[in-house]
């Protein structure tokens, strides 16, 4: 879950896998209600330990194809490493080291969704990646984006804990519109995902 060369997005280490476990608990559910669905080309874009990676995996099936894209080289190897514990297939997993907002000539495959989760709160240029995303993104395809309610942090425990980014970074759907419409997307619809979070759905018009 990381950008740029030298840093990670502010606030986006992964979390303790115990409470995140208990936040996520049914990671495949939460993807299905995104719209991603067997046979799909899928970029999970910033994966860091493959929390949603591997369920992502399951989903498509042999006929779909998982590209998991992420800078930090230890995330990709506890990703990978999640993956094998439960039972993927090595090549079902394309694993991508590289910068999220630089995509263009990165990817083996023209993905027809791209998932981003817990991220983009911290990306120091939304309208960059934004347009990047468009760039690679399949007409008629969809970018997901899966963030925390701005809600103070204090509000968002789990397991008595306040959890999740500083209140300050926090974004509205609306803010999260803001930053990716321009960049020619339309918005499909915005999902609640309990208890804190919400999906956003974006549509890249089809080629005329």
């Not at 006929?63 to 190897?77: H, N, Q, S, T, Y």
Request: aromatic share 8%; charged share 20%.
């Amino acid at each position: 879950m990381t950008i740029g060369q030298t840093a990670k997005f502010p606030a986006s280490s992964m979390p303790d896998g115990d409470w995140w476990k208990l936040l996520w608990p049914n990671p495949e559910g939460v993807l299905r209600r995104l719209g991603i669905d067997f046979g799909v080309t899928v970029l999970d874009l910033c994966c860091g330990d493959g929390h949603f990676t591997t369920p992502l995996a399951h989903i498509v099936g042999g006929m779909g194809r998982v590209m998991a894209l992420d800078l930090d080289a230890e995330m990709i190897e506890l990703a990978k490493r999640r993956a094998q514990r439960a039972g993927v297939n090595p090549g079902a997993i394309r694993w991508l080291e590289s910068d999220a907002c630089k995509l263009q000539g990165v990817l083996p495959a023209q993905p027809e969704y791209v998932l981003m989760a817990n991220t983009f709160h911290g990306v120091p240029d939304k309208p960059q990646l934004s347009r990047e995303v468009f760039n690679v993104l399949k007409p008629g395809g969809q970018f997901a984006i899966v963030n925390w309610h701005f809600r103070p942090r204090e509000d968002t425990t789990v397991m008595g804990e306040p959890r999740g980014p500083e209140t300050r970074m926090r974004m509205t759907p609306e803010q999260v519109m803001d930053e990716v419409l321009p960049a020619g997307f339309r918005l499909h619809g915005v999902i609640e995902l309990p208890p804190y979070h919400y999906g956003i759905v974006f549509d890249k018009p089809k080629a005329s």
